[in-house]
């Protein structure tokens, strides 16, 4: 079993910062792929960013490319979004999502979730 928390979240100005985090316990974290979800309201959850094993990354939503930047670190057992130039758009709960083995993009292909924080732009 993995144990996924995420924090970080509030509200923001469109144009500005903010980077959620995403604490894991209960499995060596190194051998967990990573991923970010989010879902806005009356919408389904959708996939916003990944990484690797190893920390490489497992690629970005179209949406968020350039803006967004997911990142882990292995000895602190944490995976962060850092999430630049926000839209009203990007207003939603951000999920942190693990598995064991290969990084994909698909929300099925998750076993393990967070309980998600709320990120709200205001424009």
């Known amino acids: 079993q993995v144990q996924l928390v995420e924090s970080g979240g509030g509200l923001v100005q469109a144009g500005g910062s903010l980077r959620v985090s995403c604490a894991a316990s209960g499995r060596t974290f190194s051998t967990l792929a990573l991923a970010w979800f989010r879902q806005a309201p009356g919408l389904e959850r959708e996939f916003v960013a990944a990484i690797t094993r190893s920390g490489a990354s497992g690629g970005y939503a179209d949406s968020v490319r350039g803006r967004f930047t997911i990142s882990r670190d292995n000895a602190k057992n944490t995976v962060n979004l850092q999430m630049n130039s926000l839209k009203p758009e990007d207003t939603a709960v951000y999920y942190c999502?693990?598995?064991?083995?290969?990084?994909?993009?698909?929300?099925?292909?998750?076993?393990?979730w967070g309980q998600g924080t709320q990120v709200t732009v205001s424009s």
């Open positions: 999502a693990a598995r064991a083995g290969v990084v994909v993009t698909g929300r099925r292909d998750y076993d393990y």
